[in-house]
DNA sequence: GATCCAGATCGACAACTGTCAATACAGCGG
DNA sequence: CCGCTGTATTGACAGTTGTCGATCTGGATC
């Protein structure tokens, strides 16, 4: 329970509402971002998805190239930058070295995306409207 | 439902185990990055946090230049990488544009990250052990 | 219409990122 | 010890991204 204290900022002389929730302040927000960097890139996500897909819960470096049509240098990079953000870990096993994930920061990062996150994410909205509200929450796609 | 096929892929001569899942392909996995580059830099991550964190769920620009220590330039140019990503939704009332979450968008990244997601992230291990394992699954940091 | 204000767009620039070929490093088998 | 193989590191380079000042647009007010 993030306990949404309510800050009186605000004047409300011109737009917006008040808050009702803190936000994320920048040392946080940058932590995050990190991690978010890991996954904002289509290998990477390849590389996540395919050990995840492996049966033992671990694939080494041999098994990732392949299928991703990259070559071993670029894998080994996306590798690192996964590892750094914690998001794999990785052991060497004789000549071979193995990933896999680490499930709980996966997790986390889709905690913070989901309903107990930073922002409400469901329709859990306090049903505001002596604002300037005007349009209902629909869908724009 | 993803419905976990098993392709029998491998002829386990070296390392690795068989696929029990089918990774993502190319094509999934470029749509999946765009959206995670977009939450991919504290000062978007931060925007997100104020819009969700108003009362009535939207926020206008006026609101959240300041608290972010940016140019109104480079605010307006992330809001518009967020729009374009369908994290938010922009609407011109007078002389204000107010901008809200779309909570379907970041509930669905939470779900691919997660437990339904594209990797098991639970404990919901087929407990291998025929396998090249040797360690326990460990913290390793 | 002139003016003012909130936002968006443009142009430029430095910083970062993804990629690969070449090379280095680490175990293993002879 | 020597070569072989799997993985990591380096160097280089093109493409992308974050940032800002300057400028444009569009609604509101006088």
Not at 5 to 19: G, N
Not at 77 to 91: P, W
Not at 111 to 122: C, I, R
Request: charged share 25%.
């Amino acid at each position: 329970m993030p306990s949404p204290l309510a800050l009186p900022l605000l004047d409300a002389d011109s737009c917006s509402s008040p808050l009702v929730r803190t936000p994320l302040d920048e040392g946080r927000a940058t932590a995050l971002a990190l991690r978010f960097k890991a996954l904002a890139d289509p290998g990477r996500l390849r590389l996540l998805s395919l050990i995840g897909a492996h049966e033992s819960g671990e694939a080494c470096v041999c098994d990732l190239t392949e299928p991703l049509g990259l070559s071993q240098p670029t894998v080994s990079h996306h590798l690192k930058v996964l590892r750094e953000a914690g998001l794999v870990t990785s052991e060497r096993r004789g000549t071979w070295v193995h990933y896999r994930l680490v499930p709980e920061v996966l997790a986390q990062l889709a905690a913070e995306l989901g309903n107990d996150g930073l922002w409400p994410v469901a329709s859990e909205r306090p049903a505001v409207d002596g604002e300037t509200r005007t349009r209902p929450t629909g869908t724009t796609d």
